[in-house]
């Protein structure tokens, strides 16, 4: 049964690479991901796929030679992850793996917990041996996280990346402590809510859906910790975010029993407050 979603542009460029694929003799498998195999997109969701490359043939596939046979594209680099990331005419955005099939295909199993395909059949768009298929079912059950192990972690990584925040705070680096909450604090403290209240479905990206996930009184929290690039909205921002941290580590440690460092936490609460 064909798939449709949402976005009627998406399905037609998924139909297109699906045809593709199957005219291509140097491409072993197509596996697609993201928001369409989790019957999630819509009119501003992009197309990600694993491109498996006969592995005699990968060095000389032109990655972009054949994405151009989807549509008009105006941009086409190899991004900082080593992907190839395109834009397309209708402002469509598109990753694509180019990946040597034989350890390739050998390495989605180990993708559990982090990559769920509920229905693999459909994220496949071409497998000529019946590897990748087999290979993506074990994706289908979903994975959550195991929540001790994985509180115990974000627990160490807030403490660590909050206290890099307050030391170049302290030496007047607010541009760079603005982007530290951002990038490193946020990801890990909206992953310990989301395991608190059992809504790790968005786990790899835990700001997506953010709205619709958690309750109200989480989102205001978030938003409390974030702030303009200013000296001091970020102080307070900062603040802000390790009073949250504290509270989640706290609902944490008596839900699962962790052990919390308490003494270091107050001292990072301390260089937070001083402006030395």
């Known amino acids: 049964m064909t798939v ?10 998924i139909d297109r690479l699906r ?15 993201g928001s369409w195999t989790l019957g999630e997109a819509d009119a501003h969701s992009d197309i990600e796929a694993y491109l498996y490359v006969r592995d005699e043939e990968l060095d000389t596939f032109d990655g972009r030679a054949f994405l151009e046979q989807l549509a008009p594209l105006e941009l086409a680099y190899t991004n900082l992850y080593g992907i190839l990331a395109v834009v397309f005419d209708d402002l469509m955005r598109g990753e694509f793996h180019l990946t040597a099939a034989g350890p390739g295909i050998d390495e989605v199993p180990t993708w559990q917990g982090m990559v769920h395909l509920p229905k693999p059949e459909q994220a496949v768009l071409l497998d000529r041996t019946g590897r990748l298929t087999s290979a ?4 289908a059950p979903l994975s959550p996280p195991d929540p001790v192990a994985t509180a ?16 170049v705070l302290a030496r ?21 809510c989301r395991l608190l209240r059992d809504s790790t479905d968005h786990w790899l990206t835990p700001s997506r859906a953010l709205e619709a996930d958690l309750p109200a009184a989480d989102r205001e929290r978030y938003t409390a910790t974030t702030s303009a690039a200013r000296e001091s909205e970020v102080r307070t921002a900062a603040r ?12 944490a440690a008596e839900r699962w029993r962790l052990q919390l460092p308490h003494a270091l936490h107050d001292r990072i609460g301390g260089l937070l407050e001083s402006r030395n």
Do not use: C, I
Request: proline share 4%.
């Open 19 to 33: 045809q593709l694929a199957h005219a291509e003799p140097r491409l072993e498998g197509v596996l697609l991901y």
């Open 152 to 167: 115990q972690q974000l627990a160490g990584e807030l403490a660590n990346w909050t206290l890099m925040v307050g030391h």
């Open 240 to 251: 802000n975010s390790w009073s949250w941290s504290r509270e989640l580590m706290a609902e």
């Open 4 to 13: 449709r979603s949402a976005s009627p542009a998406l399905d037609a460029r």
């Open 136 to 139: 993506a079912r074990q994706l």
């Open 172 to 192: 007047g680096e607010t541009a760079r402590g603005h982007a530290f909450l951002n990038t490193m604090v946020a990801p890990q403290q909206l992953k310990l």
